[in-house]
């Protein structure tokens, strides 16, 4: 299917500057750190991957697979480990990176079942948070955008598995 059009509401040019000035403060704070990211997928491997080549300090990766929407455009609400870490994580410290941060409720199961597995610390970095529709109490440390409540796509971000390998992030409208 050839991509249509989406009109754009975060440009290239916001998205890498952002993701450098993220990675800055990363870079500090994790300076003396045993950081490990945790992507979860699919969502989040375009901004993993741009993050991750900006540090300058030592980081491994892995990543999770979850399912919270299914092929829809609305939250099921219900959330399924599909695919588990395959590293041990006791000690280290976690930054669970996120593409949208939407109701919470994957953002807190996620963080709650790190935490159990021994993890000195964990932390949440999301490239998009779209407050207005949150249902769980979840801290955000690290944030790349806030956005209004709209179906966003691309930079990773796909609606039915369309359009993750749009440059900037786009709406369509449901
Ligand atoms: P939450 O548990 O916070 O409601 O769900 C977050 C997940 O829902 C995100 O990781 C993403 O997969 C999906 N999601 C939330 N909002 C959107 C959106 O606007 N577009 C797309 N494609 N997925 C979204």
Not at 159 to 168: A, G, I, K, Q, V
Request: charged fraction near 25%.
């Amino acid at each position: 299917m050839p991509q249509v059009k989406v009109p754009v509401l975060i440009t290239r040019s916001k998205i890498k500057k952002r993701v450098k000035q993220l990675a800055a403060r990363l870079n500090r704070d994790y300076r003396l750190k045993h950081l490990v990211l945790i992507g979860v997928l699919k969502g989040s491997f375009v901004f993993m991957a741009d993050l991750f080549r900006c540090l300058n300090i030592p980081a491994q990766c892995d990543f999770v697979s979850l399912s919270s929407y299914g092929s829809g455009t609305t939250s099921s609400g219900k959330i399924k480990m599909r695919h588990a870490i395959a590293h041990s994580i006791k000690n280290k410290d976690i930054l669970i990176i996120e593409d949208i941060v939407d109701t919470g409720l994957t953002a807190s199961y996620l963080k709650n079942s790190l935490k159990k597995h021994g993890a000195r610390s964990v932390r949440l970095c999301t490239l998009l948070d779209k407050p207005s529709r949150r249902k769980k109490k979840v801290q955000l440390d690290y944030i790349g955008f806030k956005i209004p409540n709209c179906f966003v796509v691309g930079y990773g971000i796909d609606w039915n598995e369309h359009y993750r390998s749009l440059p900037y992030i786009g709406y369509i409208k449901t």
